[in-house]
């Protein structure tokens, strides 16, 4: 038996619908009569009154069941109810706003504003018709193609969010979103102030802090961030307000205070993957690998499906120089995700960090031929990727010291778009410079100054690449044109030292070097300007004032891979203070295993001790790295004179004279030329007059 519930039931349940009636006409809404009397709903009687409350609860629970169950004929039995409500009550804000609720909620988007815009006509101060159209207009913002409709619909919502926190000026959820809606039109400073309004009241709102927060970094104020992220920190232990200071100090650059902040966040909540990839990354920065290490291996238990966590680990396996584990890590990644483009990408760099080349130009071949393949299906390929894979399978080809193939390489990648050749010009040029084809190098900046005659960039190579001829006159003559008479400057006068160090023009080195100095303000800046006059010096033998500049570098940044080479180099080939030499290289090595000039320097250390059988070890697989380098060459050479072994020093002697034959201007060194011709010379004599060859291992 169907229970029928009395009026003053239905009241009780519902609660009591205001008297809204209002004499100002109002939009019709679809499938309402076109005339409708106006009536307070005070004056209906009973039976009336019943009949609208009963036809209003039948389309609310028409509603909710159509939520529960997402069934379209209940979304239209709740229209049908909702419009019998009104066909009584027409008047009705509250009857109005439900009917346009469920009218959004079946997607029918435009029957839903009107209906919302009539319920605001009879009531400007109806909360849940303005939440529905700011709900609408927010929505549609994703989905818009045309940037007039978006700004249209931008300034609809941002009406609706101020109208509702004019009624109710606390409604945190509607000033946030009226914030994150000003930001987006650049608006910052009346974002700000809304933010610092819901921050008055609820000092630790994370929301308003992160928009805040990340308001005052864009604009260049990651101070007052700080600021205003510590003072909350201090009012509440919040994780996420730890984590968001470790987010601005990060934009910092503050690295140690980011990781003193995100450790505060994960002491909080340790289970939080936000805070514990804040804190690796921050550990990271700060080459901790290691600790950050850990970090990612705290993240693979936590999501243990998250194939990025085994990628970050394998760079860092990487960086440590564990190889096999950072190949185990790269199996799991792509047990995760099978094809992953930067798991193949990374898998490459750790077989050419292992010296396998041929296994690297394997797997980025694969992945190149498998893009192209999806393209030719339909699939559309990312030129950018592709970009990143030609790129990197040049360099390997480099590395193999098979230059023909990377050249070939970049040539296809030039062939990808504009971005794409204006990169591949540049590594055309230098993949010509490092086979020591100066001519060809210099005529594709050339070629590429004809399109671009203004490229600063392709300018500065040219003049570099003269440099690398010795040609300085011509290298600074283009560098000049460059000059603005401004701190922009510091970068050219820097260029111009390099190009006369290489032309043998020292003393205008160090005097452009010095200007360059006088312009630099950043510490990197600094940095660089000291460790290349350090070079100067070396290179005109002021050994004294060289070591000065190093131990500058080094003051302000101890890790500084160059200057701890450099610095080790220059002492060893001195032959004193070995043991600094020798513990300066390494930590440069520590940072990049498989640089061939620190292997150089480091073997050529260790003969300098006398540590025969570790100098051959290390000046070996600097030769592996770069088989034809005089200097590497010329180095071992010495390592097997010293141990006796006669023959092989010969052959490695002459392949060395060989190559220095080869050497581009800049880098031949004619006294070191004499010597070693001189010293073969004497040395093929002894072989001569030996009766018995000797039958040592051939190299």
């Known amino acids: 038996m169907k229970a029928i519930l009395s009026v003053t039931s239905l009241t009780l349940l519902l609660g009591t619908t205001p008297a809204l009636a209002q004499d100002a006409a109002r939009p019709q809404s679809p499938g309402r009569p076109q005339s409708q009397p106006t009536v307070d709903i005070q004056s209906l009687d009973d039976s009336a009154r019943g009949d609208a409350y009963y036809n209003f609860l039948m ?12 069934e379209d004929d209940l979304a239209e039995k709740s229209i049908a109810s909702y419009k019998k409500a009104l066909e009584i009550d027409p008047n009705s804000p509250v009857i109005m706003e439900r009917l346009a609720e469920i009218y959004s909620k079946s997607k029918r988007i435009h029957d839903a504003v ?19 159209l700011a ?18 619909n931008i300034g609809k919502a941002v009406a609706q969010f101020q109208a509702i926190l004019k009624i109710q000026p606390a409604d945190t959820y509607s000033a946030l979103w009226l914030a994150r809606l000003y930001r987006f039109e650049n608006q910052h400073g009346d974002a700000e102030q809304v933010l610092r309004g819901v921050l008055k009241r609820e000092p630790d709102n994370g929301p308003a802090l992160e928009q ?33 200071l470790g987010d601005a100090y990060s934009q910092e650059k503050d690295y140690p205070k980011a990781e003193e902040a995100y450790r505060k966040a994960v002491a909080e909540d340790p289970d939080d993957v936000g805070h514990l990839h804040g804190l690796a990354q921050a550990l990271l920065a700060q080459d901790k690998y290691a600790e950050a290490l850990e970090q990612f291996k705290k993240l693979s238990e936590l999501e243990p499906g998250t194939s990025e966590n085994y990628v970050r680990m394998a760079q860092l396996y990487r960086r440590v120089g564990n190889f096999k584990e950072a190949e185990s890590s790269l199996l799991r990644a792509k047990q995760l995700t099978p094809g992953n483009l930067e798991i193949l990408y990374n898998e490459a760099l750790l077989y050419e960090d292992e010296g396998r080349f041929d296994d690297a130009v394997k797997v980025l071949s694969d992945a190149i031929a498998g893009i192209k393949t999806q393209s030719a299906t339909g699939t559309e390929a990312s030129p950018n990727a592709l970009a990143i894979l030609y790129e990197q399978l040049g360099r390997a080809h480099e590395q193999a010291q098979n230059f023909a193939a990377a050249i070939e390489t970049f040539q296809e990648m030039a062939k990808l778009g504009p971005e794409a050749e204006k990169r591949a010009r540049m590594l055309l040029i230098e993949a010509y410079k490092d086979s020591r084809d100066l001519d060809r190098a210099i005529d594709e900046t050339k070629k590429g100054l004809v399109d671009s005659p203004k490229d600063r960039d392709l300018t500065i190579t040219l003049a570099m690449l003269y440099g690398e001829k010795t040609d300085a006159e011509a290298g600074t003559k283009l560098l000049d044109t460059l000059l603005q008479g401004n701190d922009n400057d510091q970068e050219i006068y820097l260029n111009i030292a390099q190009v006369d160090e290489r032309g043998k023009k020292y003393s205008d080195a160090e005097h452009a070097a010095v200007k360059a100095g006088e312009m630099a303000h950043a510490a990197s800046d600094k940095e660089m300007v000291w460790f290349l006059l350090g070079a100067i010096y070396e290179s005109e033998k002021k050994f004294d004032d060289a070591e000065q500049q190093f131990r500058k570098v080094l003051d302000e940044n101890p890790n500084n891979a160059s200057a701890l080479n450099d610095y080790g180099y220059m002492l060893a080939d001195r032959g004193i203070r070995l043991d600094e030499a020798a513990s300066m290289i390494q930590r440069a090595l520590k940072q990049e295993p498989n640089s ?23 000046l070996r697989k600097a030769s592996d790295r770069d088989s034809h380098d005089p200097t590497i060459l010329g180095h071992l050479a010495e390592v097997y004179l010293k141990m006796g072994q006669t023959d092989r020093a010969a052959r490695l002697m002459e392949r060395a004279l060989s190559e220095w034959q080869k050497a581009v201007p800049a880098d031949y060194e004619a006294d070191r030329v004499n010597e070693l011709d001189t010293q073969l010379k004497t040395l093929k004599k002894r072989l001569a007059q030996k009766s018995t060859p000797e039958t040592a291992k051939p190299q």
């Open 114 to 132: 009107i209906e919302a815009q009539a319920a605001l006509k009879v009531d400007p101060d109806n909360l849940d018709a303005h939440r529905l």
């Open 135 to 152: 709900r609408i207009y927010v929505r549609t913002l994703g989905d818009l193609s045309t940037g007039d409709v978006q700004k249209e």
């Open 212 to 244: 805040l927060s990340q308001i005052l970094v864009d604009e260049g104020r990651s101070q007052d961030a700080i600021t205003l992220l510590t003072q909350a920190a201090g009012d509440s232990s919040s994780p996420d307000i730890y984590d968001l």
């Open 596 to 618: 061939g000039a620190y292997l150089d320097s480091l073997g050529w250390t260790y003969y300098k001790q006398n540590k025969l059988a570790e100098a051959e070890e290390s």
């Open 59 to 70: 389309g609310h629970t028409q509603e909710l069941q159509y939520e529960l169950n997402g």
